[in-house]
Each structure stands twice: as C-alpha cells, then as structure tokens.
C-alpha cells in the first residue's frame, strides 16, 4: 500500500511540474507580447492564463503589469491584490499594489503596502528608491521615513 502511495505522490508531482512548466512558457509567450505592445492580445492570453489556473498569481500579476502600463490602475490594483489574496506572503504583490497607490498619489496606501512587502522581503527598499513608480511621493515625509529607517 505504501509503495501505491507513493508512486501515486510522484505521479501528480511529475504532472504538477508539467503543468507549472507549460504555465510558465505561456507566461513568457505573453510577456514577450507585452514588450511588443501587442497589449490587447496580451489582455486575452493572461484572462485565459487565469481562466485556467485561477489559484495561480502569474496571470493576475502579468495582467496587472499590463493594465499599470496602460494607465487603467483601478484594473491594476484589483490585480495586483487578487496576488496577495491567493499568495499572501507574495512580497512582489505588496509591492506591485504600493506601485500603483503611489501612481495614484495616494501616499498613505503606498506606504503602508511598500512596508508590507518589506516586511517580506528588505529588498524592496532598494527597488523603491530607483522605481520611478514612486516619484510621485519620494519627496513625501511618510515615504522617507520608511526608506530611512533601513
């Protein structure tokens, strides 16, 4: 019974790793679109990417991305938090989220999400001070303070 078992746990890994394999070449088949500014297209495949695999974050996160380019960062935001609900120590979803609150220029929301994500990960101090997603509020106290204090 126990080698069942076991031969069965390396089955669904082989096929899991399959699948995340296949997921992640179509990613990369999209985000190579997106450099392109192929977007309208890039739209589709990552709704499909996440049609599929609606418990897996590339889709939201890739989505998000395209939409935070095209300016449409309400569309962004829901993105990008549909990453922290379905992986919420993903550190690039806090991240992506205080991105776009900063384009928003909503500096409360951006601090508190950066901080979030560097909690995570110390990192995204670093990222935050060349990322030109957060000039709207690098000159803001609140903002300098969090990068200061690491």
């Known amino acids: 019974m126990m080698k069942v078992l076991k031969i069965v746990v390396l089955i669904i890994f082989i096929g899991l790793g399959c699948f995340l394999f296949a997921l992640n070449k179509e990613v990369q088949i999209t985000y190579n679109k997106f450099q392109q500014d192929k977007y309208d297209e890039v739209v589709s495949e990552y709704k499909k990417i ?9 889709g939201y996160s890739g989505l998000g991305e395209v939409y935070k380019e095209r300016g449409k ?5 829901a993105e990008f938090k549909k ?17 776009v609150y900063s384009l928003k220029k ?3 929301q951006a601090v508190e999400f950066l901080q979030k994500a560097v909690d995570l990960n ?11 997603d957060f000039d ?6 609140e903002f300098q303070q969090l990068v ?3």
């Open 50 to 58: 996440i049609e599929t695999s609606p418990n897996i974050v590339y």
């Open 73 to 77: 960062l309400d569309d962004a935001l």
């Open 83 to 99: 990453v922290i609900e379905i992986e919420p120590k993903n550190g690039w979803g806090y991240y992506s989220v205080s991105c």
């Open 106 to 108: 909503e500096t409360k």
């Open 122 to 132: 110390e990192s995204f101090i670093e990222y935050s001070r060349g990322d030109p």
């Open 136 to 141: 709207n509020i690098r000159h803001t106290p």
């Open 148 to 150: 200061d204090s690491y």
